[in-house]
């Protein structure tokens, strides 16, 4: 069946540098990428989306790329701070429903 | 703008219970409802999805159920809880040929 499979499963960096989270799927139908933060304790946000026919997308210091043809996308995060210590999600879609990654949990250390 | 609402916020409900989860939209019509549960440190399982009164799809055999009495209402029940039925418990929304999925508040269940 169709999968997610999302690296790493930690994610250590210091306040200020970069940090990437990778996911890559298995379903050729899918053509909605998103991406969930979930602080602990709490639901999960979409904090942003790409769509199949867009290579990349950037929203200040968070941006997420597409490669369709090795099923393939990226959440970036520059400048991090400590607030964006959480897990991260990524999906697919080609339908009604989500297909999740098991998520990345970040830390980012001061 | 358009909310979502799920209650109770947390549940201790003992082995064999019934159960009765509820949420609700509120500011758009005919939306896309889901169930997830996410078990402890874990990621996010879907359970059920409906596009419509009535229509239910389920994705994960188990004993639970789901049902939708109305355009923005869905509810997840159980006859009898197992220990394995504990987990954080998620609604959440899209618009008709909308992608994008929101999330309740979720309920917190604990089956002890």
């Known amino acids: 069946g169709e999968n997610v499979e999302q690296h790493p499963s930690t994610l250590s960096v210091q306040e200020g540098d970069s940090a990437v989270i990778k996911c890559t799927y298995s379903?050729?139908?899918?053509?909605?990428f998103p991406w969930y933060k979930q602080e602990l304790g709490k639901r999960p946000q979409l904090i942003i989306d790409?769509?199949?026919?867009?290579g990349e997308k950037k929203d200040q210091r968070i941006a997420v790329t597409l490669n369709k043809t090795a099923k393939h996308f990226s959440l970036h995060i520059t400048e991090t701070q400590p607030e964006d210590s959480a897990v991260y999600f990524c999906?697919?879609?080609?339908?009604?429903?989500?297909?999740f990654g098991t998520g990345t949990r970040l830390k980012v250390l001061a | 703008s358009q909310t979502i609402h799920q209650w109770p916020a947390t549940l201790v409900q003992p082995v064999g219970s019934p159960l009765s989860l509820e949420c609700t939209v509120e500011?758009?019509?005919?939306?896309?409802l889901y169930w997830y549960r996410q078990a402890a440190g874990r990621g996010l399982q879907l359970l059920f999805y409906?596009?419509?009164?009535?229509?239910i799809s389920s994705e994960v055999p188990q004993n639970l159920s789901a049902s939708r009495p109305q355009d923005r209402q869905f509810i997840l029940s159980s006859k009898k809880l197992l220990l394995s039925d504990s987990g954080f418990y998620l609604c959440?929304?899209?618009?008709?040929?909308?992608?994008?999925?929101?999330f309740g508040p979720g309920t917190r269940l604990t089956v002890t």
């Open positions: 379903d050729s139908a899918s053509n909605y």
């Open positions: 409906s596009v419509g009164i009535g229509q």
């Open positions: 999906a697919t879609s080609g339908t009604y429903k989500y297909i």
């Open positions: 959440a929304w899209s618009g008709q040929g909308a992608y994008e999925q929101y």
């Open positions: 500011g758009t019509s005919n939306p896309n």
């Open positions: 790409i769509r199949s026919n867009v």
